[in-house]
């Protein structure tokens, strides 16, 4: 088990659900935050929140997808609490649109956000943790890295090129004291689906979510992945069920392709 206290962590995507409950928590575990996003109102409540239960964080507001911003970042932090210990992309969003012909432009922009934006932060988080020998950097996937959901598909793919870069990665430092996993969350009660139904042209989402029954809290995602930074592994999952389910979608190509072709159907039924 790897002690946390003291150890200085930055977090993307900071500002509400999994990126904030995940900033409490590591703070809680005694780690100084720097806490990252682009509003800057909701970043200084969750930094008053760590501050009222006795820990440390700073606020910098900026864009995942601008590699100065991530720097920057590192380098507020590494000036605050010393050198950095962890790091975790967290930021990015979704959209429900039909891939076929979703403009060329808004793929682009989502890639720039979910995985150029995880690169800018990992890379040069990497960097200073391969000279210290020892490091930990985590990126926010999905478990929907390991399939094309049907009007998701730049959302999966975007979520998949983290899955495998982050398994790249970790074998590539194998050794080095340095750790590197990836995070494959299932439905979580975020503000995520509000902002994936406005990007697809407003109203409700037709195909993403889960029921209330099966949703998780972005506090069981955190604990999960403070877990991992204390005793590190690859892959974070949450829910067993849906880490079977998946690995089963990924060895029975036919029958992921017979319910997603039912659930299509329904849809235009519907």
């Given at each position: 088990m790897i002690d946390l206290r003291g150890k200085p962590i930055v977090i993307t995507g900071a500002s509400s659900g999994i990126g904030a409950a995940t900033a409490v928590v590591c703070a809680r575990a005694g780690m100084p935050v720097g806490l990252f996003a682009r509003r800057e109102e909701k970043l200084l409540k969750v930094k008053e929140r760590i501050e009222h239960d006795g820990g440390r964080a700073i606020v910098v507001v900026g864009d995942a997808a601008d590699p100065e911003s991530n720097l920057e970042l590192i380098a507020k932090a590494g000036e605050a609490f010393g050198d950095l210990y962890a790091a975790i992309a967290n930021a990015?969003?979704?959209?429900?649109?039909?891939?076929?012909?979703?403009?060329?432009?808004?793929?682009?922009?989502?890639?720039?956000?979910?995985?150029?934006?995880?690169m800018h932060l990992v890379q040069p988080a990497i960097a200073g943790f391969r000279e210290r020998g020892a490091g930990h950097?985590?990126?926010v996937s999905s478990c929907l890295s390991k399939i094309g959901l049907p009007n998701y598909g730049a959302y999966c793919a975007s979520k998949a090129a983290q899955d495998h870069f982050s398994r790249a990665m970790r074998h590539e430092l194998r050794g080095s004291g340095v750790y590197v996993s990836s995070v494959h969350p299932v439905g979580t009660k975020t503000e995520f689906f509000d902002e994936a139904a406005k990007k697809s042209g407003g109203g409700k989402l037709r195909l993403a979510g889960s029921s209330e029954r099966f949703m998780q809290t972005p506090e069981r995602v955190a604990g999960a992945m403070v877990r991992c930074l204390q005793?590190?592994?690859?892959?974070?999952?949450?829910?067993?069920?849906?880490?079977?389910?998946?690995?089963?979608?990924?060895?029975?190509?036919g029958v992921t392709d017979w319910v997603l072709g039912r659930m299509m159907e329904k849809r235009r039924r519907d």
């Open positions: 990015g969003y979704g959209a429900e649109v039909e891939c076929a012909t979703m403009p060329i432009e808004d793929i682009r922009a989502m890639f720039e956000v979910n995985f150029y934006g995880s950097a985590m990126m005793k590190p592994r690859g892959e974070v999952w949450t829910s067993t069920l849906a880490r079977l389910g998946f690995g089963a979608s990924v060895m029975m190509p």
